[in-house]
Nanobody, 128 residues
Framework: VQLQASGGGLVQAGGSLRLSCAAS????????MGWFRQAPGKEREFVAT????????YYADSVKGRSTISRDNAKNTVYLQMNSLNAEDTAVYYC??????????????????????WGQGTQVTVSS
């Protein structure tokens, strides 16, 4: 699976962005997808994950209630809608894929080492 993230940019605090991650390859529909982010000087952290059909989602507390992860398997694309952005959301956002025929529970997919494929990242900068 090859992943291409896009949609980042510069936004004012309180604004919104929708990130997209386009996947190539036949395993997208059988992959658990996730979004992670990495701020300067910090470790990469979990943001959100979504199951194959989109029926199960899970969010980091830091974005819960402000963000929505979704996917369109017909378009091989996963999205992250982020609202009410603040300076703490400034980071490079990465999408990741975990091909699997077994769902191991949402918490399993909050760990970056459980993903086998990563996109190149897209920069989100929130100005205050």
């Amino acid at each position: 699976v090859q992943l291409q993230a896009s949609g980042g940019g510069l936004v004012q605090a309180g604004g919104s962005l929708r990130l997209s991650c386009a996947a190539s390859g036949r395993t997208f529909s059988t992959s658990i997808m996730g979004w992670f982010r990495q701020a300067p000087g910090k470790e990469r952290e979990f943001v959100a994950t979504i199951s194959w059909s989109g029926g199960s989602t899970y969010y980091a507390d830091s974005v819960k209630g402000r963000s929505t992860i979704s996917r369109d398997n017909a378009k091989n694309t996963v999205y992250l809608q982020m609202n009410s952005l603040n300076a703490e959301d400034t980071a490079v956002y990465y999408c990741a894929a975990a091909p699997s025929t077994v769902f191991r529970g949402s918490l399993y997919y909050t760990q970056l080492y459980n993903y086998g494929y990563w996109g190149q990242g897209t920069q989100v900068t929130v100005s205050s």
